[in-house]
């Protein structure tokens, strides 16, 4: 019977273990290359609110590793100009079919109200609400209130600066130093039929708007 000498073994041992030396480093270099290819992403840098028309302001794009971008869209072009279905919170990652043409629903169209923290009803963009117009009753008379439109489609809530109210609070430096109120609506912008527009246009220019809650935020 053949038999390895001693230190044939041993050749032979060195060698088995060369071969799985640099099959494992192939194997993780080969992991380490593929993890360092990236890809660019689609990233928001703000709050964008459900239905309204994307920015180019609005996005950025940043490299991920190819593994976990490939299923995320990668060209700004496919974004600016369309619609979240739903709201995109800053810093969001933008996938395939979150996004739809930006329009208006026919026969509407966009009314902004100045509003104060309880005329808003704290809304953001996407809630759905019923419009009031309110007056003051005479001294010692009840004022009233008569419904203007039912269901209309909050497209956006700006703050005192401008900025859309964002329902997820940001915590940083601008935030911390913004005085006291600054995140309530000051102006809302309402998707509502053409026909009411003059009533509520009336209504909003003496500052009798307020708003009901009906429907919450997409």
């Given amino acids: 019977m053949f038999r390895l000498s001693r230190k044939a073994i041993i050749v032979v041992s060195l060698i088995l273990a060369a071969l799985f030396t640099l099959l494992l480093v192939r194997g993780t270099n080969a992991k380490y290359a ?27 794009t940043v490299k991920l590793p190819e593994a976990v971008g490939r299923d995320l869209v990668r060209d700004v072009g496919e974004v600016v100009g369309k619609a979240p279905k739903v709201s995109l919170v800053e810093g969001q990652f933008v996938f395939p079919g979150t996004l739809e043409p930006a329009a208006r629903r026919p026969g509407t169209v966009e009314v902004h109200v100045p509003v104060d923290l309880s005329s808003s009803a704290a809304v953001v963009a996407g809630d759905v609400v019923d419009v009031y117009a309110v007056s003051k009753g005479a001294q010692g008379e009840a004022g009233s209130a008569v419904e203007i439109c039912r269901g209309a489609r909050v497209l956006h809530s700006l703050d005192q600066t401008g900025s859309e109210v964002s329902p997820v609070e940001k915590k940083g430096p601008v935030q911390a130093a913004a005085p006291p109120g600054s995140k309530s609506p000051v102006s809302v912008g309402l998707e509502v039929p ?14 009798r708007v307020y708003l009901v809650k009906s429907g919450p935020a997409s």
């Fill in 34 to 60: 593929e993890l360092k290819r990236t890809v660019d992403v689609v990233k928001t840098t703000t709050f964008v609110p459900a239905g309204s028309e994307i920015r180019p302001d609005q996005v950025t």
């Fill in 194 to 207: 053409k026909e009411v527009a003059p009533a509520l246009v009336q209504a909003a220019s003496q500052k």
